[in-house]
């Protein structure tokens, strides 16, 4: 509800209700009526009012918000939804609307689409307000990790590391993120619990930067859960940034453990890009392209494995298709600069690279391609 | 004449393998055993006569070896509370630093760089960068470049920086050759600076096949690299592009990247030889320092003949758009189109490789 109120102030600055007040209208009248009983908090009264009131003027935004935010806060989801959808046609850029659609459409269940509002509603400023942040990036990372892009989760779930006391949603989320898992919490079998919850655990201390004492949590998890699947992987992925070559050792380990692991390839076939081992790459890249080929980042390693190993043509081809499917990802667009750049296109070169110079003064760090 | 180049041959290996007992070496350690350049000299003579003395050639010197620290046998600074001294007796030198009250001190066992150079300690197993670094503009020791935001509350902490694993990889990979192998740093194998083997991988091979009169096995010519694969190539060890990128390095402490700032440029172009790091730098000999000796470089491009030669015609065929002259000048053109940029904290500055058309007043890019 604090979510609510905090976006809910700045629309009541600029309601047209007040403005009613001296040339009352039936509109206007089922206006004061809605603002009157939302006071009081007779939530029921109010949505139905200010339902009547959008039925009588479609065009007024402030109505449609009302009736969304209202509806949201009795749990009331799809007609929430649909008032904010409204709402968004006839303001585009609200970012707390967008938002709040987008916790909507997590309640029930439409994850793809929320995951866009969530992130469209955060690019518009809706978490301009710490608290308001955490809540959104809590969802967003949920849904990342629901929707297959696990990496992508653990970076927003960094900014929780530092909470002195995590609550176990959050651990057994991280877990989640951490094991490959696209999972909500809820979701998880109770019998699954404790070990998400370690992992969690472990994942969030590393992230707080207490690295030792994330390497002896680890290290008992592996004694207790040696067959456990991307529990390597996941500790490679935390040690590669500061770390490659440590963090490499633990993706092969987790290439001991389950060898058909496509993101544990990726990640050695990467490792190898960097280190200019392109032959090497590419024989791990191909691997995980067949184990895994609609995984995100597949067609950008291959591609520059590829292109690496001499096969432009074929590496620029991959890395065009991966660029569609993310057109911000700086990687990509650092192999399309190096490709058009060993193809003569110097334009074109030079334009990747400007654009690289773009996406990289909006990221903190590099940590993963 | 070929009789003649073989025993040649012969005996420096010969002569190699006393001073590099490879027989004793595990396989691993023999097959990175590097090949002296005297060796590589019989037949590359040009390129081996000055390389052993340039800056790369020597990016890494032993105890005994460094003329920097036999010509300033006593240097000395105060930083803070701390004083440091770095005191070279013979063929030693020892780095120390004093609160006053205590006193620690290390043997120099690696110095890294010519001009300005940094000093490799070791305690404990752990291998720290000093604290304090030489530097020829100022004619002695200041802080290390990049550890100005260090501020040390002990003497042990104002001794050095310890470096990670990582760092120390890189540190000795690049001033050293067969210093890493296998991701592990392999000081055993380790022979100080740039050498031959350092650039060209595979060069004791190619040698041991020379004698048998097969030279096939001779290392790739990376001269024949496109400009987009030798900026690849140099920027292991000068950075590049991408890896500048990646590290987040705004401002002017990215002007030493010279492949990223090469990069950057608006004339830069990866598959055009006129503008590659080897269309103007000879990495066998110094880098040469006057302006003017460039000048043809740029008019390879710039000139009203800049399409008379054959390599120019070929890359004309890719970039067929003839690049402006300059309405200036057509002499000393790094002058002013590749300026001389101070690197904040080093003491020293570096010629910006990031060639444009530089307006009195402008930032600089990026």
Known sequence: MAFLFMFGLAVLLSSPARAAQDNPTKFDDVVLRAAAARDQNDVPQAIELYRQAVELKPDWPDGWWFLGSLQYSIDAYAPARDALTHYLELTPDAGPAAALRGLCEFEIGEYSQSLKDVQRGLSLGAGNQSRNEKILRYHEALLLTRTGNFEGALQKYALFAQDKVPNPELLVAVGLAGLRTPLMPKELKADQQELYAAVGKAALRYLAGDRDGAQQEFQQLFQRYPAQANLHYLYGYLLFPTDPDQGTVEFKKELDVAPANAAAQMMVAWDALIRNAPAEALAYAQKAMAEEPTMPIAQLVLGRALLDTGDAKGGTELLEKELQHDPDNLETHIALAKAYSKTGRKEDARRERMRCLELEKNENAVVHP | ?366
């Open chain 2, 1 to 366: 004449m070929r009789l003649y180049i073989l025993s040649s041959l012969l005996l420096v290996v010969l002569f190699s393998a006393m001073l590099f007992p490879a027989r004793g070496l595990p396989a691993q350690a023999q097959a990175r055993s590097s090949t002296p350049a005297s060796a590589c000299a019989n037949c590359h003579r040009a390129q081996t006569a000055d390389q052993p003395m340039t800056p790369m050639g020597r990016a890494l010197m032993l105890p005994g070896t460094n003329p920097l620290l036999k010509a300033n046998p006593k240097l000395t600074v105060h930083k803070g509370d701390y004083t440091y001294n770095v005191e070279t007796i013979g063929d030693k030198t020892t780095y120390s630093v004093t609160d006053g009250a205590r006193t620690i001190s290390f043997p120099v066992l690696w110095s890294f760089g010519t001009g300005g150079q940094t000093w490799m300690l070791e305690r404990d197993g752990e291998l720290y960068e000093s604290l304090v670094s030489y530097y020829p503009t100022v004619g002695g020791l200041d802080t290390t470049i990049g550890d100005e935001r260090i501020t040390p509350h002990t003497l042990d902490e104002a001794m050095g920086r310890k470096l990670a694993q990582g760092e120390t990889k890189a540190c000795f990979g690049c001033h050293a050759t067969n210093a890493v192998h296998d991701r592990k740093l392999t000081l055993e194998s380790m022979e100080p600076g740039v050498t031959c083997e350092h650039c060209h991988v595979g060069t004791k091979i190619h040698l041991l096949d020379s004698l048998q009169g097969d030279f096939t096995s001779a290392p790739p010519k990376l001269g024949k690299l496109s400009s987009e694969d030798i900026s690849n190539f140099c920027g292991q060890c000068h950075r590049t592009w991408e890896s500048v990128v990646r590290g987040h390095f705004h401002g002017e402490i990215n002007v030493r990247f010279q492949p990223y700032r090469l990069a950057n440029s608006k004339c830069f172009d990866g598959t055009d030889p006129r503008i590659s790091c080897l269309a103007c730098h000879d990495p066998h000999h110094d880098v040469v320092r006057e302006d003017s000796s460039y000048d043809s470089k740029c008019l390879a491009c710039h000139g009203s003949s800049a399409h008379s030669s054959s390599a120019v015609q070929s890359a004309s065929a890719i970039a067929p758009t003839e690049p402006k002259a300059c309405p200036v000048a057509k002499a000393n053109c790094v002058s002013c189109h590749m300026p001389k940029v101070s690197l904040p904290g080093g003491h020293m500055k570096f010629t910006d490789h990031e060639i444009r058309v530089v307006k009195p007043g402008d930032a600089y890019p990026n």
